[in-house]
């Protein structure tokens, strides 16, 4: 919300179908847990919604995930948008879980990273990730290579934090804004 | 690859940033969201708002505050300061905090810990420990977790008061010693890295830091995560853009 009032765009704060059904552009923030967060699109029938939407979709961080397959986060079967599972970080000596801070995205492969300069740093706090996939339009890596973003079609995710993510963030909401 | 973080810490007093030294010769330095966005736009990873000051009228100036900072700031930061409720973190959140950081509160009540983490999820909760290393009774020494400023000894140590914290469902440890605050002598490292090697979240080290080199010090004998300092910052003995780069140079995994 904050970070589309500083770049001075509009929008409205719902859950009611009709509204999201009418929008021109949707962001799917997501802080929390997978099966809770999926309880309350089923709710309110945003489950079924979601992934029969035409416009331009950009979901962050839980939203990224939710648009998944599944998540191992209480074994949650999420909107499938993604034919990919999501999966726990494995315990490694040396990194801490969840990963928290900033770190580097690359091999960009959408509308949403152009005019980024190669290994853009962006913050994560995240203990779940999505694999690399046939979707995957920005890699990153932490332990091992996984999806910083991904795609189909309208629909766009990404990993981190791209409210709090300073001036590459920023770029990448502009960018999706510009999406047509 | 994950990078440390370079933290400045702003202390608040009647929504205004004061600097000083060991909390005296307090001056004013400003308004908190110009120096912050400056900071962030020097490179800071994250900024830390520390609110001295808890009278009620007071906190609905913080709050105020809290909510320009979001509109202006476009890197995380985190509030800390007389937070002792879930009330007063949903307050903070809703206005635009990323974070917010508890102590006292937590040493009172540590079922706050899991409170806070369950009701807005670890990744929002940081937990302050300031630790002071002195002679118990029985003549043993031992870093002992203190609070009012770091004034008044509690019966917790804190290495077990740390992981405890991890265990209740804080998200990151800050973790400052009162030996080494305000010496510019460098970070308390050895006591860092005993916590960060038992611990599984992230640790925000604070105290002492003096030049460049603390900091290199303090990533890599020390074991921290994010390395946090004020006055040398305020009075800018050291630049971000520099320190960045020096420890960059060093080896350092760091945001440039």
């Known amino acids: 919300m904050y970070a589309l009032e500083r770049i001075g765009v509009a929008y409205e704060l719902s859950d009611d179908a009709n509204t999201i059904r009418s929008a021109e552009r949707i962001i799917f923030p997501g802080v929390g847990e997978a099966s ?21 979709f950009l979901g962050t961080c839980v939203g990224m995930q ?47 990273t152009e005019g ?13 990730y999505a694999p690399l996939c046939d979707y995957t339009v920005a890699k990153t890596e932490y332990m091992l290579e996984y999806s910083a973003m ?23 909401f502009e960018n999706f804004l510009k999406i047509q | 690859m994950l990078t440390k973080r370079i933290i400045p810490c702003l202390d608040i007093k009647d929504g205004r940033t004061v600097k000083g030294t060991n909390f005296v010769n307090l001056r004013d330095a400003g308004d908190p969201v110009e120096l912050g966005a400056e900071y962030a736009l020097q490179g800071a990873d994250e900024l830390v708002f520390l609110d001295i000051t808890a009278t009620v009228e007071e906190r609905k100036t ?10 202006t700031i476009n890197i995380p930061f985190c509030v800390g300061g007389g937070i002792g409720s879930v009330s007063d973190v949903s307050k903070l959140l809703n206005a635009g905090a990323d974070k917010v950081s508890i102590n006292s509160s937590a040493v009172r009540n540590p079922g ?99 030049t460049m080199e603390h900091f290199y010090d303090v990533f890599t004998t020390g ?27 060093k080896g350092i995994s760091m945001r440039i």
């Open chain 2, 112 to 210: 706050l810990i899991n409170e806070l983490a369950l009701e807005f999820g670890s990744q929002c909760i940081v937990v302050a420990i300031d630790t002071r290393y002195i002679t118990l009774e029985n003549g043993f020494q031992e870093h002992i977790v203190h609070t009012h400023g770091g004034r008044k000894p509690t019966e917790l140590k804190t290495i077990e008061w740390a992981k405890e914290v991890e265990d209740r469902g804080a998200g990151e440890i800050l973790l400052t010693s009162m030996d080494t605050d305000g010496t510019k002598a460098g970070f308390a490292l050895e006591l860092t890295a005993q916590i960060s090697d038992n611990a599984n979240i992230p640790i925000i080290a604070s105290g002492g830091a003096g």
């Open chain 2, 62 to 71: 913080l709050i105020d505050l809290v909510r320009r900072v979001a509109h």
């Open chain 1, 36 to 56: 809770t967060a999926m309880r309350s699109l089923r709710e309110n029938g945003l489950d079924k919604l979601i992934p029969t939407l035409k416009q331009p």
């Open chain 1, 66 to 112: 939710l648009l998944c397959k599944s998540s191992e986060e209480n074994n949650t079967d999420c909107l499938g948008v993604f034919d990919v599972p999501v999966l726990k970080f494995p315990q490694i000596k040396g990194f801490k879980v969840p990963q928290t801070g900033w770190n580097d995205i690359y091999s960009y492969g959408c509308e949403l």
């Open chain 1, 116 to 128: 980024l300069a190669e290994h853009s740093y962006v913050y994560y706090n995240h203990g779940y």
């Open chain 2, 223 to 249: 074991k921290a995560d994010a390395g946090l300092a004020a006055s040398i910052f305020h009075f800018k003995e050291i630049g971000i853009p520099e320190l960045k780069y020096y420890l960059k140079g």
């Open chain 1, 150 to 172: 991904l795609q189909k079609d309208n629909f766009f995710a990404a990993q981190f934090h791209s409210e709090i993510s300073g001036d590459v963030g920023q770029k990448i």
